[in-house]
């Protein structure tokens, strides 16, 4: 059973940035694709962002791209999303999920692919 934590979300101004990170208190990330989605109130979850079991595929979606960036440590369980020039309309609970790969470099924008989610993390973004 995979278990998701995600830590590192809060109150930041505009241009202002976060690192959040997702971490596993059970089984091991490695050997899993991962992904980040976000949930603004009154919308529906959206993809951010993905990345391959081994790193060296990633997935961003148009909004983040260029200001968001996706990254795994497999030796410490972790997956990080490092968010700069925040804008308001970043303002969401965000996601962490993981799910196995259906090949080498596979990465998944689909939030119907991801088998295991964590609670979320707030993070809002003051103009």
């Known amino acids: 059973q995979v278990s998701l934590v995600e830590s590192g979300g809060g109150l930041v101004q505009a241009g202002g940035s976060l690192r959040l990170s997702c971490a596993s208190s059970?089984?091991?990330?490695?050997?899993?694709?991962m992904g980040w989605f976000r949930q603004a109130p009154g919308k529906d979850r959206e993809f951010v962002a993905a990345?391959?079991?081994?790193?060296?595929?990633?997935h961003y979606a148009d909004s983040v791209k260029g200001r968001f960036t996706i990254s795994r440590d497999n030796t410490k369980n972790a997956v990080y999303l490092q968010m700069n020039n925040l804008k308001p309309e970043d303002t969401a609970v965000y996601y962490c999920a993981a799910d196995r790969p259906k090949y080498w470099g596979d990465v998944s924008s689909n939030e119907d692919d991801y088998d295991y989610w964590g609670q979320g993390t707030q993070v809002t973004v003051s103009s």
């Open positions: 059970g089984r091991t990330l490695s050997g899993y694709l």
């Open positions: 990345i391959s079991w081994t790193g060296s595929n990633t």
